[in-house]
């Protein structure tokens, strides 16, 4: 019986090294794989990229996108999904892939962050804790070597944020993962009252 699967953790955790892992090991075994990510991820655009340098090309499905009637009408003769970035679908995107695990019993694999900057639940990915049939988080440390769980944005400085849009694109140069801890005293010092 196929699933949908969540799996999340914070920045730096190797989500998108795990999806092309994956993604691998079902090519390997003879299975069409669609690698899917939102089009809101610009930064390799068409691309699944790993910091360690596993890429691989990815369709990029735009928020309105109907994921189910994509799958029904385009690729059906894929036997696997994989969404990298997931954090950043739609809650109803998430309900059409739940959609075709039922309806065509295929795996789909969601992998992504569990909460913004400001440990706020990003839409979809509470979506996904709510529905999806298997979720396993993906560790990361803190630099106290603590587990992290918060996804830090940073400015131009390097001083920890505690205002902004929700959604701001940038890698290790722009977030930094943390244990709640660190992230709390990192507040406290630039006098952040409101955390």
Not at 22 to 32: D, I, L, P, S, V
Request: glycine residues 6%.
């Amino acid at each position: 019986m196929a699933k949908l699967y969540f799996k999340y953790g914070a920045m730096g955790c190797s989500k998108s090294a795990q999806a092309l892992i994956t993604k691998f090991n079902y090519e390997e075994r003879g299975m069409k794989v669609l690698l899917m990510k939102p089009s809101i991820d610009t930064r390799e655009e068409g691309v699944v990229y790993s910091r360690i340098g596993l890429s691989a090309e990815a369709l990029c499905v735009d928020t309105d996108e109907d994921l189910y009637r994509l799958y029904e009408e385009e690729y059906r003769d894929c036997q696997v999904i994989i969404v990298d970035e997931c954090q950043f679908l739609q809650p109803i995107q998430v309900d059409q892939l739940g959609k075709i695990v039922i309806d065509y019993n295929i795996p789909v694999l969601c992998f992504g962050l569990r909460t913004d900057f400001l440990t706020h639940t990003f839409p979809a990915s509470k979506r996904l804790f709510e529905i999806a049939e298997s979720i396993t988080e993906i560790k990361s440390i803190c630099k106290c070597e603590s587990k992290a769980i918060v996804n830090a944005r940073l400015d131009d400085d390097g001083k920890v944020l505690f205002s902004g849009e929700q959604i701001v694109l940038g890698a290790n140069s722009r977030y930094v993962a943390m244990c709640r801890k660190c992230w709390l005293k990192a507040a406290k010092e630039q006098g952040e009252m409101n955390i």
